[in-house]
Every structure is written in structure tokens, then in C-alpha cells.
């Protein structure tokens, strides 16, 4: 199999400030607006609940600067598959890219559009579109954003711009009403439950790490940003500390709005319940918008950077050539954008919500591995040497930081004997892409 790695690459068209609303909307997902009630009832007491937040927040700025060094280091299209490859070999780096491209993005993006789908009906005053049209409406919505991303990467850019600002704009709006609104006030400090103490924190770091996820998507889009050794660091670090303020920004709002640790914890529509404190006519229908914006930011991320993986390494020459070209009309890589796209709907289709659900529990213990894994790259980097144009402040504490808390959260998160069975669908997953790379790819 041919290489593509002499062919044109992709312009380089995207700024500063794309790249950062890439790594903000791939991180900022509907998590924000009901996991804090999960975490509430884990540690027991408000104060507990920002500090998990905050614990969390560090972990990832020290992943930021890992993986902005990185990012000045590796700055080509699937710039996280060459890392990996280089560092590990070409099989690891291929099962990251096959899992990543059909069970992690295809899962995701097909219950993704769910919810935006779910939560737009709700925000025009309907309960639900009926069996069989919500998933309908939700393959609709992905085969229209494949088609706009497959366009050109502004037209995925602007799309992303817009539901970014418009998600910042809903967090801070919900930041405002817990200063200004005239509410209840029940300091954050006294609560009704009883504290659960490190314990609970330790618990609670799992579904926050997780939600604050999705920066290392400035990786797979690093070969179309215009400078990129002074772009991609930046994009990294501005988007993590943009998202850990207005998360804890929301966070401290909810506990003010609704009176302490233990209303969160029990409120099954957070935001909807919070925001209904101070605007209780349009509160509900609000936020089912908001959550209907954010999941479709979320949904072109995947659809704008994911595909970027596939197109990376079919141009190494370890996946299918037709996937490395560029569409010679739009300079996108169409084929591995309507390839994505196209996973999503099949799993949507034939394995229903469920079924997404169950294969993508089982597989993104595989992107938090490699998560970790790419951190862990930059010891093994920095002994061999080379220039970057950032360099990770106070290594090697940093990546050593990171490391050991994604690695924790992966393991704390597969501690739950409820996630064995996905976890068994996920390592036979793991297993024909292993399968495919040794009958179709070794030794390429």
C-alpha cells in the first residue's frame, strides 16, 4: 500500500480563535448540565463538590500542558495517532484510530443526536416526535452536519463558533442568575447530607475527569491550523481554562439556586430545575435549548475533528488509501468524514440507543488509556530530544500529574461490576481491529 504522506496537505485555514472553540465545544457536552447532581450525591456537601471540580480542573490544565507541548512538537493532520505511533509502534496507534473512529466517535455522535434531538422538541413545547421519527430526525441531523463539514472545514468552523458562544453565553447566564437572581440563599457550607469526605471526592473525580474530556481533538485538526507551534498551544490552554471557570462558575450557581449539595443531588433536570428558581415560566424550555445547542457543538466536534484521525493514518499507509485523499473540490477528506458519519447512522440504525450505549461503555476505557498514553509520550519525547515551541513549565510534575489521575479515573470508572459486560463487548471490538490490522495493514 502506498503512502500519502508526499500528496498536498490540507490548507492550513483555521485561527486561533477556531481552534479554541474546537477544544471548548469538544469538551463543554451535556455533562455540565446534569452530572453535578451525580457528583453532589457522592461527596454530600457543597463545598466538597466545587473542590472535585477544582481537584479535576487541575489534572486536566496539567494535561493542557502536556498536550500543548505535544501539540508545538506534532502539528500534522491525526497529530495524536503519530504520536503514538512513534512512541508505541503502529498497532497501538491503529486500534486507537479504529475504536476512536467507529465505536467512540460513531457511538457518540449517534447518541449525541439523540439528545439534541430530544431536547430541541422539548425547547418547541413537545414531549417527544413519536417511535421511529426521533431516530429519524436524529439521522437527519448527523447526515446534515457530515455534509456541511464534508463542504469545507470553515463551514464545520463556523458551525462550531456559533454553538460555542451560544454555550459560554448559557453557562454564564446560569452563573448570573445564582449572583443576581433574587433567590433563597443557603450558603454553599450548610448543607443537609452528611459529608462523605475524601472518599466521596475520590468517587466523584471519575464523571467530572470525563467531562471535562475533548481537548485532545486540537491534535486531530493540527494539520489545518494556521501556525501551528504557536496556535495549538495556545488553542489547548485557553480552551481548558475557559471550561474550568465557567464549570465551576455553574457548579457554584446550582448550589446557591437550588439551596445546597443535597437539592442538587436529588434534582433529576438540574439545570432546568435551577434556572426555574429564579425564571420558573420559561426556566424548563430554556435549558432544553441550551442542552439542544450544546449537544450539537458537540456532534460537528466529532464530525470536524474525528475524521481527521482516519485521513491521518490512511495517508501512513495503515488504513484504506480512498480515506487519505483530499475531496478535490472542497480540500476536505470527505471519504473519512462521510465514513464517520456514515458509522454513526449504521450503529444508530441497527443497534438502536441501548445497544450505542452498551458498545460505547465498553470502548471508552480504550480512549482513556490512550488518553493517558499520549501523555505519558512526552518522557519518552523529550529523551529523544528536538526543539518546541512551548515547553510543558515545572516537568516533569505536569504530565507525571496527569498521567496518574486519567489512569485512576479509568480505573475507578470500571470499578462498577455494572460495566463488566460492555467492557467484554468492548475488548471483542478491540480484538477485530486488531484482527483486520494483522490481516490488512502489518507491515505497511
Given at each position: 500500500?502506498?503512502?500519502?504522506?508526499?500528496a498536498?496537505?490540507?490548507?492550513?485555514?483555521?485561527?486561533?480563535?477556531?481552534?479554541?472553540?474546537?477544544?471548548?465545544?469538544?469538551?463543554?457536552?451535556?455533562?455540565?448540565?446534569?452530572?453535578?447532581?451525580?457528583?453532589?450525591?457522592?461527596?454530600?456537601?457543597?463545598?466538597?463538590?466545587?473542590?472535585?471540580?477544582?481537584?479535576?480542573?487541575?489534572?486536566?490544565?496539567a494535561?493542557?500542558?502536556?498536550?500543548?507541548?505535544?501539540?508545538?512538537?506534532?502539528?500534522?493532520?491525526?497529530?495524536?495517532?503519530?504520536?503514538?505511533?512513534?512512541?508505541?509502534?503502529?498497532?497501538?496507534?491503529?486500534?486507537?484510530?479504529?475504536?476512536?473512529?467507529?465505536?467512540?466517535?460513531?457511538?457518540?455522535?449517534?447518541?449525541?443526536?439523540?439528545?439534541?434531538?430530544?431536547?430541541f422538541?422539548?425547547?418547541?413545547?413537545?414531549?417527544?416526535?413519536?417511535?421511529?421519527?426521533?431516530?429519524?430526525?436524529?439521522?437527519?441531523?448527523?447526515?446534515?452536519?457530515?455534509?456541511?463539514?464534508?463542504?469545507?472545514?470553515?463551514?464545520?468552523?463556523?458551525?462550531?463558533?456559533?454553538?460555542?458562544?451560544?454555550?459560554?453565553?448559557?453557562?454564564?447566564?446560569?452563573?448570573?442568575l445564582?449572583?443576581?437572581?433574587?433567590?433563597?440563599?443557603?450558603?454553599?457550607?450548610?448543607?443537609?447530607?452528611?459529608?462523605?469526605?475524601?472518599l466521596?471526592?475520590?468517587?466523584?473525580?471519575?464523571?467530572?475527569?470525563?467531562?471535562?474530556?475533548?481537548?485532545?481533538?486540537?491534535?486531530?485538526?493540527?494539520?489545518?491550523?494556521?501556525?501551528?507551534?504557536?496556535?495549538?498551544?495556545?488553542?489547548?490552554?485557553?480552551?481548558?481554562?475557559?471550561?474550568?471557570?465557567?464549570?465551576?462558575?455553574?457548579?457554584?450557581?446550582?448550589?446557591?439556586?437550588?439551596?445546597?449539595a443535597s437539592?442538587?443531588?436529588?434534582?433529576?433536570?438540574?439545570?432546568?430545575?435551577?434556572?426555574?428558581?429564579?425564571?420558573?415560566?420559561?426556566?424548563?424550555?430554556?435549558?432544553?435549548?441550551?442542552?439542544?445547542?450544546?449537544?450539537?457543538?458537540?456532534?460537528?466536534?466529532?464530525?470536524?475533528?474525528?475524521?481527521?484521525?482516519?485521513?491521518?493514518?490512511?495517508?501512513?499507509?495503515?488504513?484504506?488509501?480512498?480515506?487519505?485523499?483530499?475531496?478535490?473540490?472542497?480540500?476536505?477528506?470527505?471519504?473519512?468524514?462521510?465514513?464517520?458519519?456514515?458509522?454513526?447512522?449504521?450503529?444508530?440504525?441497527?443497534?438502536?440507543?441501548?445497544?450505542?450505549?452498551?458498545l460505547?461503555?465498553?470502548?471508552?476505557?480504550?480512549?482513556?488509556?490512550?488518553?493517558?498514553?499520549?501523555?505519558?509520550?512526552?518522557?519518552?519525547?523529550?529523551?529523544?530530544?528536538?526543539?518546541?515551541?512551548?515547553?510543558?513549565?515545572?516537568?516533569?510534575l505536569?504530565?507525571?500529574?496527569?498521567v496518574?489521575?486519567?489512569?485512576?479515573?479509568?480505573?475507578?470508572?470500571?470499578?462498577?461490576?455494572?460495566?463488566?459486560p460492555?467492557?467484554?463487548?468492548?475488548?471483542?471490538?478491540?480484538?477485530?481491529?486488531?484482527?483486520?490490522?494483522?490481516?490488512?495493514?502489518?507491515?505497511?
Open positions: 500500500m502506498t503512502r500519502s504522506a508526499d498536498p496537505p490540507p490548507p492550513r485555514v483555521l485561527g486561533l480563535f477556531d481552534a479554541s472553540c474546537i477544544v471548548i465545544g469538544a469538551i463543554i457536552g451535556v455533562g455540565i448540565f446534569f452530572t453535578p447532581a451525580r457528583m453532589a450525591a457522592l461527596v454530600g456537601s457543597g463545598p466538597l463538590l466545587l473542590l472535585a471540580w477544582l481537584l479535576a480542573g487541575f489534572i486536566v490544565l494535561g493542557a500542558l502536556t498536550f500543548a507541548e505535544l501539540g508545538a512538537r506534532y502539528h500534522r493532520s491525526a497529530a495524536q495517532y503519530e504520536i503514538l505511533r512513534d512512541t508505541y509502534g503502529p498497532l497501538p496507534a491503529f486500534l486507537f484510530v479504529f475504536c476512536n473512529a467507529t465505536a467512540v466517535q460513531g457511538g457518540a455522535i449517534g447518541i449525541i443526536a439523540i439528545i439534541c434531538v430530544q431536547n422538541v422539548v425547547a418547541l413545547g413537545q414531549t417527544s416526535l413519536g417511535p421511529g421519527w426521533s431516530t429519524l430526525a436524529s439521522v437527519g441531523l448527523v447526515v446534515g452536519l457530515t455534509a456541511a463539514n464534508v463542504l469545507g472545514v470553515r463551514w464545520g468552523a463556523r458551525i462550531q463558533n456559533a454553538t460555542v458562544l451560544m454555550k459560554l453565553l448559557t453557562l454564564v447566564a446560569i452563573g448570573a445564582g449572583a443576581f437572581a433574587p433567590v433563597q440563599d443557603t450558603p454553599v457550607g450548610r448543607d443537609e447530607v452528611q459529608s462523605k469526605g475524601v466521596g471526592v475520590l468517587a466523584a473525580l471519575v464523571p467530572a475527569f470525563f467531562a471535562f474530556g475533548g481537548f485532545q481533538h486540537a491534535l486531530w485538526i493540527s494539520g489545518e491550523v494556521r501556525e501551528p507551534k504557536r496556535n495549538l498551544p495556545r488553542a489547548i490552554l485557553v480552551g481548558v481554562v475557559v471550561v474550568v471557570v465557567v464549570y465551576l462558575l455553574a457548579n457554584w450557581s446550582y448550589l446557591r439556586l437550588l439551596g445546597g437539592a442538587v443531588a436529588a434534582s433529576k433536570t438540574l439545570a432546568a430545575d435551577a434556572v426555574a428558581r429564579a425564571a420558573p415560566s420559561v426556566g424548563g424550555r430554556v435549558i432544553a435549548a441550551a442542552v439542544g445547542i450544546s449537544a450539537l457543538g458537540v456532534l460537528n466536534a466529532q464530525l470536524l475533528s474525528g475524521p481527521r484521525l482516519v485521513f491521518g493514518m490512511a495517508r501512513d499507509g495503515r488504513f484504506f488509501p480512498a480515506f487519505g485523499r483530499l475531496d478535490a473540490r472542497f480540500g476536505t477528506p470527505s471519504a473519512a468524514i462521510w465514513f464517520v458519519g456514515a458509522i454513526a447512522v449504521a450503529l444508530l440504525v441497527l443497534a438502536g440507543e441501548k445497544g450505542v450505549d452498551r460505547l461503555t465498553g470502548v471508552v476505557f480504550v480512549d482513556g488509556v490512550f488518553f493517558a498514553a499520549t501523555g505519558a509520550a512526552l518522557f519518552v519525547l523529550r529523551r529523544r530530544g528536538g526543539e518546541a515551541s512551548f515547553r510543558t513549565p515545572g516537568y516533569p505536569p504530565p507525571l500529574f496527569f496518574l489521575g486519567a489512569i485512576g479515573v479509568v480505573v475507578g470508572a470500571h470499578l462498577d461490576p455494572a460495566v463488566l460492555a467492557t467484554l463487548i468492548g475488548a471483542a471490538w478491540i480484538a477485530a481491529g486488531a484482527l483486520l490490522y494483522f490481516v490488512r495493514f502489518r507491515g505497511k
